[in-house]
């Protein structure tokens, strides 16, 4: 092959590779206008989704919100109803504590021996008031507690002493010095008992 056909074949080869280069640059440049332009969506259609994002996420912590303060609300109602009805079932408390030293004076007083008939008909109408104050207490919930025979219980019963008495049982009230009383399933005032060893 002479020289000049040498020149020529390079000459060709260098055009053609050119040109494939050419071609090859031109379609990596459509390839990455394509790129470029689906990147310029992607950056339009971003804010958008950011933003999406950013609602649901608000809606999802208002819900959240919206249910805890629900919950709130539904146990301070609940709350406000069982005062109300602890209020109710316990109105007479107040006043029943405060009526327990004249009743058990009353007590004492009917327990008087009377040696004339003035003496009787006065205690005949202490006895009266007796008895209606523990009828008007007792339609209130207000009982007194049987001490006397029964098993000594701490919740219900305060030992201020201790016997040994053989007529009964270990642990058993043998007598009782103040009466308790029960207002409902609350304690007023414990019984002030002599409890047996």
């Not at 689906?38 to 994002?53: F, M, R, S, T, Y």
């Not at 009377?114 to 202490?126: F, I, R």
């Amino acid at each position: 092959m002479t020289e000049e056909k040498k020149n020529e074949n390079i000459g060709e080869t260098e055009t053609v590779q050119e040109t494939e280069a050419e071609a090859i640059f031109a379609e990596a440049d459509k390839i990455e206008e394509g790129t470029s332009e689906e990147a310029h969506e992607a950056n339009k259609q971003d804010p958008a989704q950011v933003k999406i994002a950013e609602l649901e996420a608000k809606v999802e912590e208002m819900e959240n919100r919206y249910l805890r303060l629900q919950a709130d609300f539904d146990n301070a109602r609940r709350r406000a109803r069982l005062d109300l009805e602890a209020a109710r079932k316990y109105r007479a408390q107040d006043l029943a504590s405060d009526l327990l030293p004249a009743i058990d004076n009353f007590e004492r007083a009917t327990k008087v021996e009377a040696d004339n008939e003035q003496t009787k008909s006065l205690l005949q109408g202490m006895d009266m008031v007796y008895k209606s104050l523990l009828e008007a207490l007792k339609k209130e919930g207000i009982e007194p507690i049987e001490a006397v025979g029964k098993e000594f219980d701490p919740h219900l019963h305060q030992a201020v002493m201790q016997v040994q008495d053989e007529d009964f049982g270990s642990n058993v009230v043998v007598e009782e010095f103040q009466k308790g009383y029960m207002l409902k399933d609350r304690v007023l005032r414990p019984a002030m008992v002599k409890v047996n060893e």
